[in-house]
C-alpha cells in the first residue's frame, strides 16, 4: 500500500528546491483544512436552502469528477518528461538529481 506523502515528497526537490520541505508540506496541508472548511461550511448552505444534503453530494462528486479530468490532462502532459522511468511517487531520484550526478 502506497502511503499518500509520496507524490508530495517527489514534487517537492523537483518544484519548489531540495531543503523547503517542510514549508512544502506546511502549505499543502494548510490548504487541505481550508478546502475542507470551504467544503463543510457550503454544506450547511446547501443543506440550510433545499433541506437536502444530496445536492452537496451531488456537487462534491462533479469537483471529484473535474479534479479526476484534470489529474489525467496533467499525468498526459508530463509524458516523457523523466529522464529513467517510474512515475510519481517511486523511490528513483529525480531527473534533476540524475542530471547532478547524485545517483
Do not use: E, N
Not at 28 to 56: L, M, N, P
Request: hydrophobic share 45%; net charge positive.
Amino acid at each position: 500500500m502506497k502511503r499518500t506523502d509520496r507524490p508530495i515528497r517527489h514534487l517537492r526537490p523537483v518544484r519548489c528546491g531540495r531543503w523547503s520541505g517542510t514549508i512544502v508540506f506546511g502549505w499543502v496541508f494548510a490548504s487541505h483544512q481550508i478546502g475542507a472548511a470551504a467544503a463543510a461550511f457550503g454544506a450547511g448552505v446547501v443543506r440550510d436552502v433545499f433541506g437536502t444534503y444530496t445536492y452537496a453530494w451531488w456537487g462534491g462528486a462533479t469537483l471529484c469528477g473535474i479534479a479526476a479530468v484534470l489529474s489525467i490532462l496533467v499525468a498526459g502532459h508530463r509524458g516523457g518528461t523523466r529522464s529513467s522511468g517510474g512515475g510519481i511517487g517511486d523511490d528513483a531520484g529525480t531527473a534533476t538529481d540524475a542530471a547532478a550526478g547524485a545517483h
